[in-house]
Nanobody, 119 residues
Framework: QVQLVESGGGLVQSGGSLKLSCAAS????????MGWYRQAPGKQREFIAS???????NNADSVKGRVTISRDNAKGTVYLQMNSLKTEETATYYC?????????????WGQGTQVTVSS
């Protein structure tokens, strides 16, 4: 089993920056991909960025050039540095970790951390 705990959320002004952290515990050796999603009220959860154990990253088009995802495999921690934040990016941000097999993907989720971007 894997547990994920996010931190770093809060209130930031439009154009500002924030760095989120997610610490995994448990079977962290089995986590192939870690990443971040967000969900605003009344909207679907959307993908932001992910990073593999080998360091390959994938960012959503909406955040390219403004976010950096990084990972410390030894600590089982993933970070999300967000710059030039916009008010519409106010949402609950969720950490995700996944274990991949040939046939399946097993997802784990954190409880979420609130990010509020004010104008």
């Amino acid at each position: 089993q894997v547990q994920l705990v996010e931190s770093g959320g809060g209130l930031v002004q439009s154009g500002g920056s924030l760095k989120l952290s997610c610490a995994a515990s448990g079977a962290i050796y089995a986590l192939d991909v870690m990443g971040w999603y967000r969900q605003a009220p009344g909207k679907q959860r959307e993908f932001i960025a992910s990073i593999t154990t080998g360091g390959a990253t994938n960012n959503a088009d909406s955040v390219k050039g403004r976010v950096t995802i990084s990972r410390d495999n030894a600590k089982g921690t993933v970070y999300l540095q967000m710059n030039s934040l916009k008010t519409e990016e106010t949402a609950t941000y969720y950490c995700n970790a996944a274990r991949l097999t040939v046939r399946n993907r097993y997802d784990y989720w954190g409880q979420g951390t609130q990010v509020t971007v004010s104008s």
